[in-house]
C-alpha cells in the first residue's frame, strides 16, 4: 500500500511550481531513511506528475495538536530524537529541509516520526550557504531572517534544528515559543528574536528545559545541530540510539488505528469536487487528443503554455525505486510476470535512476534558488 500525490502539470505553469516540484522529485530519488517519506516511483501522463510514496496512516503532528492531543515529554523526545537522526542522514546528503513543522512530520500506526514535503529543499556543497527566505516563519530560524535583512553569510544546517525545537515546544504546550505569524514583517522578526526570551513552563523537567533551550539558541553556533551534538547531550544519555535507529523504541502515542487521522471535510471535498477523476482521465485524455487534432494549430492562444508542457514531458524522469533495488542487488530474484489484467497498462518505457534532473529552462522561468 502507497499513497499517491498527483500534480496538474497546467496548474504547475501557472502557479510557477514546475522547478519546485522537478526539484523534490531530484531530492527524493536520492535518498531513504526511515525516518523520511520516502519515494518510490515517479511518472507521468499528458494531464499530471504523479509521485507515489510510504503510506502513512497516523496523520500528521499538526492533526493531532488541532484534536488536543497531550504529548508527554517521552513521547516528545522520541520525535525528537527521530528527526534528530533524519536531519543527521539529510545532512550527509547535502539537504537543508527548510521546512520542518508539526504539518509536515507524518506518524505510522506505531506511532513513528517520519519527515516529508521537499518542495523548498535546497542543497548545498563544499562550504556553501543558503540564502533565500524560504520556509514558514513561525518555525524559520533566526538566521534566515537575518541573512534576508542584512546579507552577510547565509545560512545552513542549523536552521533545520531550530525548527524541530519550536516543534517539540508546541507539541508540549499547544502554542509556539515566539508568537510570530505569515503576516509579521522580516525586520521586526530579527528585533524579536534579538529581545524576546522563551518562557519554559515551569512543569516540565529539567532535561526536557535543558534540551529545548540548545535547540532553541539564536546564534547557530551554539545551537545543537547535529546527531553527535544530539548523543553528548546529558538529557538524552539514556537514549537507546540503535534501537531507536530500528523502531524498537515504542512511542508513548500511538494513533487510533479505527479512525481517520485527517481531515475528513477537506477529503470529502476533495472527493465530490474534483470534477476530473483520475478513473475518468484515460477517456478524457482520448477525447482532448482527438479535438486537439482537429483544430488548427496556428489558431492556438496557448503556444507558450504547450511549449512548457511539452518540455516537462520531455524532462520528467521517471523513477522505479524497486527496479533499482534489484538492479543494484545482484542475488535478487527477478520480478513475476504480470497477470493479463496488469497487461492491460503496461509501465511507462524508459525507466531511470538519474541523479541529475533537466529543468524546464527558460519556456518556464522561476524564482526558486537556495
Known amino acids: 500500500m502507497y499513497a499517491m500525490k498527483y500534480m496538474n502539470k497546467q496548474q504547475c ?55 488536543n492531543v497531550q504529548f508527554s515529554e517521552d513521547t516528545v523526545r522520541l520525535y525528537v530524537c527521530e528527526m534528530a537522526m533524519a ?14 513543522k508539526p504539518d509536515n512530520i507524518l506518524l505510522d500506526e506505531q506511532g513513528h516520526a517520519h519527515l516529508t514535503d521537499f518542495n523548498i529543499a535546497t542543497i ?10 524560504a520556509g514558514t516563519k513561525p518555525y524559520m530560524a533566526p538566521e534566515i531572517f537575518q541573512s534576508f535583512v542584512s546579507g552577510g553569510t547565509g545560512y545552513s544546517f542549523e536552521v533545520d534544528w531550530w525548527s524541530v525545537g519550536v516543534m517539540a515546544y508546541e507539541l508540549l504546550r499547544g502554542w509556539r515559543p515566539y508568537d510570530i505569524h505569515s503576516s509579521n514583517a522580516v525586520e521586526s522578526l530579527v528585533q524579536l528574536f534579538g ?59 500511538v494513533p487510533n488505528k479505527g479512525r481517520l487521522h485527517c481531515d475528513p471535510t477537506f477529503e470529502l471535498e476533495e472527493m465530490i469536487l474534483e470534477s476530473r477523476p483520475l478513473h475518468k482521465k484515460k477517456k478524457r485524455l482520448a477525447k482532448n487528443k482527438s479535438r486537439d487534432s482537429s483544430r488548427d494549430s496556428s489558431q492556438s492562444e496557448n503556444d507558450y503554455l504547450q511549449d512548457c508542457l511539452d518540455a516537462i514531458q520531455q ?9 533499482l533495488k534489484r538492479s543494484q542487488d545482484p542475488t535478487a530474484q527477478p520480478l513475476p510476470a504480470p497477470r493479463p489484467q496488469e497487461e492491460a497498462e503496461p509501465p511507462a518505457d524508459g525507466e531511470v535512476a538519474g541523479s541529475t534532473l533537466p529543468m524546464c529552462g527558460p519556456l518556464c522561468p522561476s524564482t526558486g534558488s537556495s
Open 195 to 253: 529581545t524576546v526570551s522563551v518562557q519554559y513552563a515551569p512543569t516540565w523537567s529539567k532535561d526536557m528545559v535543558a534540551l529545548l533551550r540548545k535547540l532553541l539558541t539564536v546564534n547557530p553556533e551554539h545551537r545543537v545541530s547535529s546527531l553527535r551534538d544530539m548523543q553528548a547531550t546529558p538529557s538524552l544519555a539514556h537514549v537507546p540510539w540503535d534501537d531507536l535507529s530500528q523502531k524498537k523504541v515504542e512511542p508513548g502515542f
Open 124 to 133: 548545498i556543497k563544499d562550504g556553501e550557504r543558503a540564502t533565500a527566505l
Open 315 to 323: 524532462d520528467f524522469v521517471i523513477f522505479n525505486r524497486e527496479k
Open 87 to 100: 536531519l543527521d542522514y539529510l545532512c550527509s546528503q547535502h539537504i537543508i529541509h527548510r521546512d520542518v
Open 13 to 67: 505553469i501557472e502557479r510557477d511550481e514546475v522547478r519546485n516540484v522537478f526539484r523534490e522529485l531530484e531530492i527524493l530519488q536520492e535518498i531513504e531513511h526511515v525516518f523520511l517519506v520516502n519515494l518510490w516511483y515517479s511518472f507521468q501522463d499528458e494531464e499530471d506528475m504523479f509521485m507515489v510514496v510510504d503510506l502513512l496512516l497516523g496523520g500528521d503532528l499538526r492533526y493531532h495538536l488541532q484534536q
